[in-house]
């Protein structure tokens, strides 16, 4: 099992994105482009994102494979007062350990409500794995938690956006990916894949993607080159260059 900060080379991430009402269409996800951009400024590579429904062995088992294969998990959604949000249930039985109520988490959600307002529903929000750290949250108060690389994290943006400023700090970063386009304008991505593939073969360190765009202009494609190491992103870049600018030479 990795553990957050621990491990050789780019520490790597997952999202598990836990709703029904993700699934169902009815709300939009936004957590993982946010989180997703978060980390690749601090040079933690984001390689999976999965979404599960509100099914506590669905999530245990997504967990699992998940925190088993990289340096952190985050969750978000299903840590509200809710009957149908069993994520702290799931992450403290896919690590087997007891759940329950907080103190440390009741003292946040004291600093929000009132002992009145404080009712049972909304003290479902201080029920935390045993061995777990709180997430502060400044938004809202109600706190997430972490345990082992499992950051679990609310489903409403604004919250979780506030409790990643929370965690962010203490992941293992690394070097930025640094990300170079060069626009292929209307040249068809089939005039140019099969040379494209051979540049990115002789680029070791250097990804390579070709991306259409569409708009009311007609279809222009972009090439996409990400490094870690700017003087082979140069070369590559390059190389790139001088591929489109022959291309554009043999058709005028």
């Keep these: 099992m990795k553990e957050p900060g621990t491990g050789e080379g780019p520490a790597t991430a997952a999202v ?6 993700i699934l169902s269409g009815r709300t939009q996800d936004a957590n993982t ?3 997703a951009r978060y980390l690749a400024e601090i040079g933690v590579d984001l390689r999976e994102a ?15 494979a998940l925190r088993a294969r990289y340096t952190y998990v985050f969750t978000t959604g299903g840590i509200g007062p809710t009957h149908d949000d069993i994520t702290a249930d799931a992450v403290a039985a896919a690590f087997g350990v007891g759940i329950g109520e907080d103190p440390r988490a009741i003292a ?9 307002e404080l009712n049972p529903a909304r003290r479902r929000m201080a029920r935390i794995p045993d061995g777990a750290e709180l997430v502060r949250n400044g938004a809202s ?5 972490w345990i082992g690389n499992v950051i679990v994290m609310a489903g409403v943006p604004t919250i979780m956006q506030s409790m990643m400023d929370t965690v962010g700090p ?38 390579i993607g070709s991306y259409p ?8 494609n972009q090439i996409v080159l990400r490094s870690r190491d700017a003087a082979r992103l140069a ?17 005028s």
């Design 213 to 220: 765009h569409f708009s009311a202009a007609g279809i222009r």
């Design 108 to 116: 946040m959600l004291r600093e929000r409500f009132t002992e009145e």
């Design 16 to 21: 598990l994105v836990i709703g029904d009402e």
């Design 50 to 64: 999965r979404v599960v429904p509100d099914e506590a062995e669905e999530i245990v088992v997504a967990l699992n």
């Design 170 to 207: 203490q992941l293992r970063s690394g070097a930025r990916v640094q990300v170079e386009t060069v626009d292929a304008g209307s040249i068809p991505e089939g005039s140019y894949a099969m040379k494209l593939e051979e540049i990115a073969r002789a680029h070791e360190g250097v990804s």
């Design 141 to 145: 108060k109600a706190p997430g938690f």
């Design 33 to 35: 482009h946010y989180i």
């Design 235 to 251: 070369v590559a870049g390059q190389a790139v260059r001088a591929l489109l600018a022959e291309l554009s030479a043999q058709a």
